[in-house]
């Protein structure tokens, strides 16, 4: 069994260049796809030692994640499934291979893209989506909405 071995800098111009590859080799002529989209991968951001990033094609937006620097990881199977924790809450990948460039987990987010979608818009979201995923919770989840405020409200009569 081979090893997955890690990227010591972001692979994002790697993974742009083998998804710009595939769109123009198999999807010119797919029903499904945004024709005014490009493919667009923002430079990755380690997290927790692996890079993560998403990737924006005229037929998806995935979140997806590669071997960092110094990290091996075991060759899977593709279509195999890992669930990871993400500050976001759990999150379910699909193991992929890009040839030429790597193993990596993806997730989708959007397949196929919505047609009213425009290109800023497809760009700006591909950003965004990575800055959610890896943003800590913004409330604990224990605490209810309704407890929150009326602690915050508590304590002003205090």
Known sequence: ????????????????????NIAQAHMQN????????????PPFSLF????AGCVLTPWMLSLTLFPGPRQV???RAVGE???????????????????????????????PLAPALTVEQGTRLAQDCLRMALSLPVRDP????RALFARLQGAEHA
């Open 73 to 75: 990881w075991p060759q």
């Open 81 to 111: 499934k890992i669930g990871l924790s993400l500050p976001c809450g759990e999150v379910m990948f699909t193991v992929g291979e890009l040839e030429e460039v790597s193993q990596y987990c993806a997730c989708s987010l959007m397949s």
């Open 1 to 20: 069994m081979h090893e997955v071995m890690g990227f010591d800098r972001s692979p994002h111009a790697l993974v742009q260049a083998a998804f710009e």
């Open 48 to 51: 927790e030692e692996q890079w």
């Open 30 to 41: 797919m029903p499904f796809l945004h024709p005014a989209m490009p493919v667009f991968v």
């Open 142 to 145: 224990q605490i209810g909405r």
